[in-house]
């Protein structure tokens, strides 16, 4: 599901509040965090990750592998700040 313009500033206006509920560090990518991130989206369909200092990878590299990875879209690359989305298949709460 690829988002459409329209869709992301949607989005990207929700999540201006939002504070960030995965933190990515010099631990990168691991499984711990794809399974945290994962049950985020589960839990809330639209959250922010933040980017520490000690983080390596490139910040769009790491939005595009968490994206692949939890099966979420990139709403926003913001500064050290990642915006995923992923609708609930059931009961999606998030109108865009």
């Known amino acids: 599901m690829a988002l ?22 010099k631990g990168g990518i691991s499984t711990s965090l794809l399974d945290a ?5 589960t839990d809330h369909e ?10 390596e990878l490139d910040r769009h590299d790491a939005a595009a592998q ?3 990875k939890t099966k979420s879209e990139v709403a926003q690359v ?3 700040t990642i915006l995923l989305y992923r609708p609930d298949p059931e009961d999606p709460r998030i109108e865009i």
């Open 4 to 25: 459409t313009g329209k869709q992301r500033r949607s989005l990207r206006a929700l999540g201006h509040g939002l504070t960030p509920v995965v933190q990515l560090g």
């Open 46 to 55: 639209l959250i922010k990750v933040k980017l520490l200092d000690t983080f």
């Open 66 to 68: 968490l994206a692949e």
């Open 78 to 80: 913001l500064g050290k």
């Open 37 to 41: 991130v994962d049950q985020a989206l």
